[in-house]
């Protein structure tokens, strides 16, 4: 055991440390502060319907906000394995949220060492562990939490498949299918980003290699099919009401509410700019985020400070709480680009 503690390199107990912050930041008290709403109470409802046999398994999931389009069942599938392990209680239907957020932080790792030194990784992967808005995720217990897992297993597994190295290999085609699958249950967005980024990397891998990217795509397009059956049997079932309920949500008529999931998906990219900043900067913001950015100052600086009292400093704060926001989500991509 000595001779094996040798071996542990300075990088890999750091990263330890990391995660052991991490996890601790996450579970601690999880019960106590464990965010759960009112799509909350409903989805366990169904869960524990489900554990105790008086229904049977749901062939489709969550209601995507404001329209009447449900997304896969993966997130209900998740909960309700963590309710037959741990016991029908809400809170420990929230465990995979908790799990796969703990999981998310040596994958970031990994793929943060994909472009960057152990060093950047290791500071970067830190600021994520101990990121207010990551932990408060972590604690709430929603389908869409369960995507900065998913996302970052997604990227990871094509840039170990475009490795020339590692092509020879079908897993990660298999694991490339697998996450895809579950990951457009998780979000709309997703349900639209994840499938055209595939297509025009698999467009891509075909113009290169050839012939032997097909074989990929067919296992990442049998797996993901595979990962979303049940949807399919309802959608057969019903003959195909759930993809009805998708198109008529996306709201391209116009709607006077403002819902509708192409008014979801504008507002989705608004709160995460919105998110971007807070990531690493911990400013204290609304429970909700708001339609767009209110650039309405008086308003504005109301809504996500509303807890300063002094008008001149919350206006103040708010100011650069906006300006962190553009510098970090728009200014940022300048510096990828060098």
Same mark, same amino acid.
């Given at each position: ?15 330890? *440390? ?38 049977? &398994?749901?062939?489709?999931?969550? *209601? ?70 990551? *932990? ?6 929603? !389908?869409? !939490? ?12 094509? &840039? ?19 996450? &895809? ?17 595939? &297509? ?13 990217? *097909? ?60 998110? !971007? ?36 400093f919350r206006q103040n704060v708010y100011l650069a709480d906006v300006s962190f926001l553009f510098l970090f989500s728009i200014g940022g991509l300048f510096f990828v680009d060098l």
């Amino acid at each position: 055991m000595k001779n094996y503690l040798k071996n542990v390199t300075a990088r890999a107990w750091i990263l330890l *440390v990391i995660m052991a912050v991490g996890i601790f930041l996450r579970a601690w008290h999880f019960h106590d502060w464990l965010r759960f709403s009112e799509d909350q109470s409903r989805d366990a409802g169904i869960i524990s319907n489900v554990i105790k046999g008086e229904s049977p &398994l749901p062939l489709l999931g969550p *209601v995507a906000g404001g329209t009447f389009f449900h997304l896969g069942p993966a997130y209900y599938y998740f909960s309700i394995v963590s309710s037959k392990l741990f016991g029908d209680y809400p809170d420990r239907m929230a465990y995979p949220v908790l799990f796969f957020s703990i999981l998310a932080i040596p994958l970031l790792y990994l793929f943060l060492k994909e472009y960057f030194s152990w060093r950047i990784s290791l500071a970067v992967t830190a600021v994520a562990s101990v990121s207010y808005f990551s *932990v408060v995720s972590s604690r709430f217990s929603s !389908n869409p !939490n369960l995507a900065p897992f998913f996302v970052l297993a997604f990227l990871y597994s094509f &840039l170990k498949l475009l490795n020339d190295k590692e092509r020879a290999s079908f897993w990660w085609p298999a694991a490339i299918g697998t996450v &895809l699958g579950i990951g457009i249950q998780i979000h709309t967005t997703l349900l639209v980003i994840l499938p055209i980024f595939t &297509l025009l990397m698999l467009a891509y891998l075909i113009k290169k290699t050839g012939w032997r990217a *097909v074989r990929y795509a067919l296992v990442i397009i049998v797996l993901s099919l595979a990962m979303n059956a049940p949807q399919i049997a309802s959608e057969i079932e019903t003959r195909g009401q759930n993809t009805i309920q998708f198109f008529g949500g996306l709201g391209l008529k116009g709607s006077s509410s403002g819902s509708g999931l192409a008014q979801g998906a504008l507002t989705a990219a608004l709160c995460q700019a919105k998110a !971007n900043s807070y990531f690493i900067s911990s400013f204290p913001a609304a429970q909700t985020c708001s339609s767009g950015i209110d650039f309405d100052l008086e308003k504005g600086a109301k809504e996500v400070f509303g807890g300063i009292k002094d008008r001149s400093f919350r206006q103040n704060v708010y100011l650069a709480d906006v300006s962190f926001l553009f510098l970090f989500s728009i200014g940022g991509l300048f510096f990828v680009d060098l």
